[in-house]
């Protein structure tokens, strides 16, 4: 079979039966051999039995979610192709012809874009249409390096077994986003085609929380990248704390009429320690999830994983805490040359803040190398998994193996008693043949003794 449409569905009474009729009117139209499944997600307004009559196929999905539904609906799709779009008949299943050719061409993913096909009036809420959607796909292609322009189009196709190979995991709305993002890191081929989206024939609210479901695809795209969510962000706040807190380590600055001193100086801390914790919380988050097969393999990431290993970590947060005592030495010195007395602040914070910073980083140093250490002992020491096909198939071999060396040695044992019986009836037929020869000299030896009687 060749496409399979997929329409998740959760009471949808109003509209299915249309979209199953459009679907089918498609094939007929253009001689596609295909399907139509309907993924229901525990549908009490009669949907599943609508659709049935129209000509669907109906697969239960107990998972509740958007992501789930359609997750189930691709599982149990038999054609090569699958496209997929709401039961809400927002989206013109008569004109998917574009996105079949698309995929006869090459592409492993096909996207809609809404805003190239166009938007007829009432079709999408103006906060979506203008700011959601604009500014969620922005950030993905920002994030993501991908081209698409329509992120969250609802009308898309794609080859079957790409998509399963992702093992896409969200159940929620922000299916939509991870589909989108795990196919560009996974260097699939992308394309995109303009589409048409028109008002939905229900009377009731849709399913999507505008906020809620907004704040999931975002909380995704942020998650998935570890490089604008920790490192960016980390490294920025790292520059600022460090030059800022360089400066006024030597004394205070000021800024026409504004003074920067001790109190900044702390500041300045808290952003060096900050941002020093976001670079390696981005660092392990990447680690993990390559080792996890969330985001794909990054050299750069592994280059460092393979030059930094625990003993250089611990020396380098060895030296760090070295150089934070050194300062709090010097400090306890300095409070010693008061007498233990009351110091001014301006001066003593100037050798305790920032011996303090160290010591704070050097611990962060120490404790994110031991944790890189456990990822590394954890990937080692899995053992490769066996494939139950690939063993069952090695057992046989193996007694195949048994029984062909048993044959062989049987016949060789066989084919040793036939040579021995083979030599012993040589030898008797020897010792008949010198026992004729030897009776017939006896009897010309009796012969001629009675001529020589006579």
């Known amino acids: 079979m060749e496409l399979s449409v997929v329409m998740p569905c959760l009471n949808e009474a109003e509209t299915v039966e249309t979209c199953v009729r459009k679907a089918l009117g498609f094939f007929a139209e253009h001689g596609v051999d295909g399907e139509v ?8 307004d009669g949907s599943r039995q609508l659709a049935r009559d129209a000509g669907a196929r109906v697969v239960p999905v107990a998972a509740k979610g958007y992501g789930n539904a359609l997750m189930g609906g691709i599982r149990a799709a038999r054609g090569t192709y699958v496209v997929m779009g709401d039961a809400d008949d927002s989206y013109d299943f008569t004109a998917l012809l574009p996105f079949l050719e698309q995929l006869r061409d090459g592409a492993d993913l096909v996207m809609g874009n809404r805003f190239k096909g166009g938007i007829a009036p009432g079709a999408m809420p103006p906060l979506h249409k203008y700011l959601g959607n604009p500014v969620l796909s922005f950030v993905g292609r920002l994030f993501f390096g991908s081209k698409i322009g329509d992120f969250h189009c609802g009308l898309r196709a794609f080859r079957r077994d790409s998509i399963l190979r ?3 995991q969200t159940g929620g709305m922000e299916f939509a986003s991870e589909m989108v993002v795990r196919s560009t890191l996974a260097g699939y081929d992308i394309r995109e085609v303009p589409t048409t989206l028109s008002p939905d024939g229900r009377s009731r609210p849709p399913h999507l ?30 520059a600022i704390g460090l030059i800022a807190g360089i400066a006024l380590a030597a004394g205070p600055i000021r800024v026409g009429d504004v003074a920067f001193d001790v109190d900044t100086l702390v500041g300045a801390s808290a952003a ?9 919380f981005a660092l392990l988050t990447k680690v993990y999830a ?14 460092i994983i393979d030059n930094w290993s625990l003993e250089r970590g611990l020396v380098v947060g060895g030296l760090l805490a070295l150089a934070g005592l050194v300062g709090l030495v010097a400090s306890l010195s300095h409070w010693q040359v008061h007498s233990f007395g009351q110091l001014e602040p301006r001066h003593s914070l100037r050798l305790v803040v920032p011996s303090a ?5 050097s611990f962060q140093m120490i ?3 031991l944790f890189v250490s456990i990822l590394a002992i954890r990937r080692r020491s899995h053992p490769p998994v066996t494939d139950a096909v690939d063993e069952a198939a090695g057992v046989v071999d193996a007694a195949a193996d048994k029984v062909r060396s048993e044959s062989e040695a049987e016949e060789a044992a066989a084919s040793a008693r036939t040579d021995v019986e083979a030599a012993d009836d040589a030898e008797d037929t020897t010792a008949e043949a010198t026992s004729a ?8 030896a009796s012969a001629e003794g009675a001529d020589k009687t006579v």
């Open 37 to 44: 499944i309907i993924a229901d997600n525990g549908s009490t």
């Open 357 to 361: 910073t160290a010591l704070i980083m």
């Open 272 to 280: 060096l320690v900050i941002g020093f914790q976001a670079v390696l």
């Open 166 to 168: 992702l093992e896409l």
């Open 437 to 444: 020869e030897t009776v017939p000299a006896e009897a010309g």
């Open 367 to 369: 404790f994110a190398s």
């Open 290 to 303: 390559m080792e996890e097969g969330f985001l794909p393999h990054d050299k750069r990431v592994q280059r």
């Open 209 to 238: 929380s505008t906020w809620r479901d907004g704040w999931r695809h975002l909380r995704f795209l942020c998650l998935y990248s570890p490089r604008w969510l920790f490192l960016i962000p980390g490294l920025l706040m790292m």
